[in-house]
């Protein structure tokens, strides 16, 4: 009863500051803050849309004279880590959308700063409209996800700078006293090297801020990766698990020795088929694809059972020299290699009449279908963001799928992201593989990991757990198997990298050193705990 | 008084932990810890030199107990920023270079875990001996410093792993409440990943530990760049600072987009000339060097005005390319660029005699010296660190370079480094240096810097201001000059990425919200203040 009347305060105080349409006070405003991917039903207070860093100053500095929980979003397009939701209830979610302008942009030194609601699509048509020489980097998420919190996530891509935390810097952050915290050099006067040197001077403290709830980032700088003269596609299909094993140690040494500069995606032959297909029959009691289905349906999609794909850049001499030392590296290897330019691409297509008793010869694919694949790709690998993997979440769903703005979260699609990283050696992946499909086998779901080989010395794996989440028991059961995964992946020594707001039991332990830092820090810089409560804590 | 007595406590108790000879109580014993390159004159109170972790752990408990302000060093080599000298008087020196251990080393994922007082040469020795296919960073430091120091100091070095800092994970950290802490995933049970992810899961907290005072650092894992098949080394000279400018922006484009993938180093002449020569006549009434003296040992000595030299790692193939895209960019420049690689160098210098009427065409130079300075750049650029460039603090001195291990601490030679950060432009480079030289040209110095492109956005400039540190009016003058450098480019929005022990009140500002937060960490962590106060606050 004290709480609902400090709430009431809070809000008749911030109605003071904010206009009307930036406060969502109604039940009904408040469901497509609820919507998600993981089992979890949620309660909160309220939303508020500030649309400048002053505006969010005011919403904290009541937060604290009111005691009330703020959760911070950008574009709360957190799927299969918990969308929208608070992790406590109750809270009052600080939606950062209306935050979206990109703030400077520099075509020499290669960057660009902008607030929390810009999304992957906004900053790639701000690029293209500016003739950039540089290009986004990005994730296999939605092109309307949010860039900054992806980075603030220790989110990572496709491409060169797949590393997204390592490429932001300079940050802009409400601290949980109200006052503006620059990261940095970005707190002196006149500086002119905040943008292009991240650590400043003193302690870095950006890190403190990434998986966190130490404050709201209202502003941050990313890095772009320069764009290059040629991007080819490098692909490797291959048939047996045996085979991924030699790969993968041939794949770490073109890795950490710079000749595949950017992620190498190895997928899963599931993993591809949720891309393309719906699960055959919902209807059924069967919720995992028996092995000749499997089968069947590589072979009907013309999918390999390991699908390698990575992209490389350079000067049309560089891209070359690179191909020609895979090749090298990969001889002997029983697999499929080949290697194409969006140049070629394009000519095979255009006289895809002329080629085709070729083509039939060796395939008898669909050209059409292919060649749209093959150019979504293409179109990732320039820096692009795409709807393209966003049907996975629909595998066990019978909803429609929106190309244009997908959202698994508002369609109720079942998502648990589970995302441990290995050390990139054989044997760690082929322990992993063999424990994801044991548990997700019991569970009755299908295994569908993807190994990104995001540098030389680790595989960033993720598993999407999709689940039909109109089916009460089927998610009563996948929430198991979530939990199972981590905690099994944890035991072998393969925790994850990132947690969805129900995960965080399985990671964070109070006893820990860490954690008691963590909880130190939190309680010094915010004692009344009104940032994100429960987030990694 | 109380504070003495405490001291006689604090030692009593100690020395049931630490042997006696760990314990040095005796002023006599203080003097090496005491010898400084810039201008301070300290007093501490004892020396504790301990062996574990769990020595440090006491040592801390203790220091809280007792309220003593520890200083820990780990080879106390910082020469021009203060050396093995606390910032606050009456310190206790924890000297940690009896934990000097080589903890793990993976030869396929390119790692290397050590203690803090393992050093350069000890490092390289090791990997060497172990057929290591990986090259640790020298920086242009002695062999004898820390290795795992200066990547805490957020120092550099000159290859592709440049950046220190960002090759440093899972720190193991004795806390000041005497805790352990392991960041990363060390802190999760057999975790197999914390030497190959440094990020973990939740806050990432490596960074409030760098270029700090929250803890005590006792071992942590450095990533080591994988050895190429080929190092060719690419040298440009050029005659006037015009031409630099342009140049300036041609290497950004060549670092950008990787084509160098090492520290570029733009060695001013009067730089170089500093690691050949000394200072004429020391005795005279001039502290730098008049302009025409200045041409004269360029010719002297064979030095350019601008020095530009830098690696290039890779295979025969690569690198062949490199120095193709290097040529054409650079066409056009007037300048004197050239490639070698060692097997060349080596072919020359054994036909010597053969060549020599050729040779002498086009330049006078001395074969011998030529030969010898250009084989010391090759080891470094394979990873050996030299002691090359540790004559320059020896510029301004009368005292013997001892080769093998020099220290100009000892030998009070007068060194600041002053290290601004710069945008990787031309109109920065030429206001800074039209700055800095303005300045020591006042100061009576000669300003010698070095612009190292660390990385494709900016330069980290190095600027050792060199004077006669018996001279009691040059070392008042070097003192005004090093606040005058610090604070104009400061002003000009270049601030130093790093500081000297009397120069942090140069960058600290109590009332800038950074500092502030630093501060409520510091009393969060460190209630009584014991780990190093006064550094970076």
Redesign the interface.
């Known amino acids: 009863m004290a709480k609902q009347s400090n709430l009431q305060l809070f809000l008749s105080k911030v109605s003071k500051v904010l206009k009307k349409n930036q406060i969502l006070s109604e039940k009904e405003d408040h469901r497509k803050y609820l919507y998600s991917c993981i089992d979890v039903k949620k309660v909160i207070s309220a939303v508020l849309k500030p649309k400048t860093k002053e505006e969010v100053q005011s919403i904290v500095s009541l937060a604290n004279t009111y005691s009330i929980s703020l959760y911070p979003i950008s574009r709360g397009n957190n799927w299969g880590y918990g969308t929208k939701n608070p992790v406590k209830n109750n809270s009052v979610i600080v939606d950062l959308s209306l935050m979206n302008s990109i703030l400077e942009f520099d075509n020499?030194?290669?960057?660009v700063r902008i607030e929390p609601g810009v999304t992957q699509q906004q900053l790639y048509d701000y690029l293209e409209k500016n003739n950039s020489e540089f290009q986004m980097d990005p994730t296999g998420s939605a092109p309307s996800t949010s860039v900054l919190a992806n980075a603030l996530e220790?989110g990572f891509g496709i491409g060169v700078y797949n590393n997204h935390?390592?490429s932001l810097s300079n940050l802009e952050i409400v601290?949980p006293d109200a006052?503006?915290?620059?990261?940095g050099?970005g707190?002196?006067e006149?500086?002119?090297?905040k943008?292009?040197?991240k650590?400043?001077?003193?302690?870095?403290?950006?890190?403190?801020?990434?998986?966190?709830n130490?404050g709201i980032v209202t502003s941050g700088t990313m890095?772009l990766a320069?764009k290059?003269q040629c991007v080819e596609m490098m692909a490797l299909r291959l048939d047996s698990n045996e085979v991924l094993g030699d790969v993968i140690d041939v794949m770490?040494k073109l890795r950490?020795?710079?000749i595949c500069?950017a992620t190498v995606n190895v997928l899963y032959g599931k993993r591809v088929l949720t891309t393309k297909i719906r699960f055959p029959n919902l209807k059924s009691s069967h919720s995992r694809l028996s092995d000749s289905i499997y089968k069947h349906l590589l072979d009907e999609h013309d999918v390999g059972h390991w699908n390698i794909v990575t992209a490389l850049y350079g000067?049309r001499?560089?891209v070359s020299?690179a191909k020609?030392?895979i090749s090298k590296s990969l001889k002997g290897v029983k697999g499929r290699l080949s290697f194409i330019s969006e140049r070629k691409l394009d000519f095979i297509y255009a006289n895809r009449k002329l080629l085709s008793p070729i083509l039939s010869l060796v395939s008898d694919i669909d050209i059409d279908s292919l060649y749209e694949t093959l150019k979504r790709t293409f179109s990732i690998m320039g820096g692009k963001p795409s709807t393209a993997s966003m049907r996975s979440p629909y595998f066990r769903s019978d909803k429609e799928f929106n190309e244009q703005d997908p959202n698994p979260a508002k369609d109720n699609c079942g998502l648990y992201w589970i995302s441990p990283?290995?050390?990139?050696?054989k044997e760690?992946v082929m322990k992993s593989f063999a424990l994801g499909e044991k548990i997700c086998k019991k569970y009755g779901f299908d295994f569908c990991p993807t190994y990104s080989m995001a540098?030389?010395?680790?595989i960033d794996n993720t598993i999407p757990l999709i689940y039909n989440k109109d089916d009460k028991e089927e998610t009563k059961r996948a929430a198991k198997c979530n939990e199972e995964l981590i905690l099994e992946h944890?035991?072998?020594?393969?925790?994850?990298?990132?947690?969805g707001i129900s995960s965080m039991k399985y990671?964070?332990d109070k006893d820990?050193?860490?954690?008691?830092?963590?909880k130190?820090?939190k309680?010094?810089?915010d004692p009344n705990s009104i940032i994100a409560p429960g987030r990694?804590e």
Request: glycine share 8%; proline share 3%.
């Open positions: 020499t030194l290669g960057y220790r935390f390592e601290m006052t503006l915290l620059q990261t050099f707190h002196y006149n500086s002119k090297t943008e292009v040197y650590y400043g001077v003193g302690p870095f403290m950006d890190g403190i801020f990434s998986q966190s130490l890095h320069p290059t770490q950490i020795k710079g500069k000067t001499e560089e020299l020609k030392m990283i290995l050390p990139f050696r760690d540098s030389g010395r680790c944890k035991k072998l020594g393969y925790v994850i990298y990132r947690s990671i964070v820990d050193s860490f954690w008691k830092l963590k130190k820090i309680k010094a810089l990694y």
